[in-house]
């Protein structure tokens, strides 16, 4: 069983930054893309960025410029730096972990909240 567990969200100001962190349990061979998602209540879930077994990443047009994904392969963990947050920033971040047999996990997220 695949478990995903995020943290690193929290309240801050418009310009800051922050650090998503989501540790995975499972095997890491088996993991074909780790991406970040949010979530906003009456919207619907967008991909924030992606980042794929062999290191090469995708970042939506909301992000680009400004948030940076990366990963810990020896710590299971994937992270979303995030730069220069805007008020529009402010969701719900949830890790996605789509492995090799077409699985697909979710961690419960973590709120961001951007302050004007």
């Known amino acids: 069983q695949v478990q995903l567990v995020e943290s690193g969200g929290g309240l801050v100001q418009a310009g800051d930054s922050l650090r998503l962190s989501c540790v995975a349990s499972g095997n890491t061979f088996a993991i074909n893309t780790m991406a970040w998602y949010r979530q906003v209540p009456g919207k619907q879930r967008e991909l924030v960025a992606r980042i794929t077994h062999s290191g090469s990443t995708f970042y939506a047009d909301s992000g680009k410029g400004r948030f940076t994904i990366s990963r810990d392969i020896a710590k299971k963990t994937v992270f979303l730096q995030m730069n220069s947050l805007k008020v529009e920033d402010t969701a719900i971040y949830c890790c996605?972990?789509?492995?090799?047999?077409?699985?697909?996990?979710w961690g419960q997220g973590t709120q961001v909240t951007v302050s004007s």
């Open positions: 996605n972990q789509v492995r090799w047999d077409g699985n697909n996990y």
